[in-house]
């Protein structure tokens, strides 16, 4: 299957501090996702990202879709202890049909 | 309620049981997936669905199988379950153009 790397792993950070994380892949992909993962329920999309440089907020977190269609990232400014979660991305080949997923950062706040 | 609704939540069953798990959604969506999520794995995907007629393995669909008893419902079994089928289990749908909605996940043991 499709092997997308994801960083890093886990991250510890103080309240307040920015975050980044991200994605990388040997595929291109036409679609780039981000979803968080909350304790104990399924991943809820944050962003979506559909062209190759796109840059998409939502609230404190913003998404870019790298100019190689191989890498995304995600950063979330001034975290707060609600952050706290796993958060994966996912990238949509041209097939349109599956979708392949990173194995997640989780995230830790410290208020 | 949920567009997603997976059941049962939790379930322990032994070595060599057949269990099924459910998934039905509200969304009227006619693609639905069953993904495995494992601790630093990320979601695979087992099994996915066009329709009530079509049916596609997955990266790790070995050990699974599926039935799409209506476009609202997506079930997934396991014939003969074993220890390392332990896991997170999770159900979504979606159409072409919208990004994937994800059920709040059954967590299976298998002792």
């Not at chain 1, 790298?66 to 990238?91: E, M, Q």
């Not at chain 2, 990266?59 to 997170?88: C, H, M, W």
Request: hydrophobic residues 30%; aromatic residues 12%.
């Amino acid at each position: 299957g499709q092997q997308l790397n994801q960083s890093p792993q886990s991250m510890f950070i103080q309240e307040g501090e920015d975050v980044s994380m991200n994605c990388t892949s040997s595929s291109i992909f036409n679609t780039w996702l981000w979803y968080k993962q909350d304790p104990g329920e399924g991943p809820v999309l944050l962003i979506a990202l559909y062209k190759a440089g796109e840059l998409t907020s939502n609230g404190r977190l913003t998404a870019q879709f790298g100019i190689t269609r191989k890498d995304s990232f995600l950063n979330i400014s001034a975290s707060i202890p609600s952050d706290v979660g796993i958060y994966f991305c996912a990238g949509q080949l041209h097939d349109f049909n599956k979708f392949y997923f990173g194995s997640g950062t989780k995230l830790n706040v410290k208020p | 309620d949920a567009d997603v609704t997976q059941t049962p939540r939790n379930r322990i069953t032994k070595t060599g049981k057949r269990i099924m798990l459910e998934c039905s959604q509200t969304k009227g969506h006619d693609r639905m997936y069953w993904y495995r999520q494992d601790p630093g794995l990320g979601l695979r995907l087992i099994y996915y669905s066009f329709d009530v007629k079509d049916i596609n393995k997955g990266e790790i669909s070995d050990g699974y199988s599926v039935s799409r008893q209506a476009q609202a419902k997506f079930s997934l079994s396991l014939e003969s379950a074993i220890p390392n089928q332990t896991a997170l289990y999770f159900c979504a749908t979606r159409d072409p153009n919208t990004e994937a909605f994800f059920g709040q996940g059954t967590r299976l043991t298998v002792v």
